[in-house]
């Protein structure tokens, strides 16, 4: 067997493995939208509480495995699209950190821990507040009301 097929073999095992993970957590996300109340809302995102973060970890792998076993296509394909993968890169930012802000919305020393880190790893004050409109979207006014207390103080 040919060293390119079994990269090539590996990076479609990354690739579905990513696929069928995070896109679970896109179903659950849809699924949230179709909630009828507040706790089965909280019973989805609970579902992928533990895992959701992860699934990145395949995507990321997926592109060092590029990396390493085609470094002629890695090249061309991410100068190609450099600015679509730092859009989508930043989608899933957002995503993370409005997942974790709707999650922890009634808990203030998490969202004031949670909106502290981010801001130690460069976010800058709107980025922050985009993701959490994101999670105010799901939550409603009352984690509006609650964002714009934690934000003050």
Known sequence: ???????FGLLG??????????????????????????????????TIGPLWDGNEVWLVTFGG??????????????SGFYIVFMLVLLA??????????????????????????????GFSQAEIDEAAWMAISFGGSPTMMFYNETKKG
């Open 65 to 78: 495995a590029l990396f390493a076993a085609f470094p002629e296509a890695y090249a061309t394909i991410f």
């Open 1 to 7: 067997m040919d060293l390119n097929l079994i990269w």
């Open 13 to 46: 095992v990354l690739l579905a493995g990513y696929a069928m993970l995070d896109g679970f957590d896109f179903g659950v996300g849809m699924l949230h939208l179709l909630a009828r109340g507040d706790g089965q809302r909280r019973a989805f995102i609970e």
């Open 92 to 121: 899933l930012i957002a995503r993370a950190v409005a997942i974790a802000l709707s999650v922890l919305a009634r808990c203030e020393p998490c969202v004031k821990s949670h909106v502290k880190k981010a801001r130690e790893e």
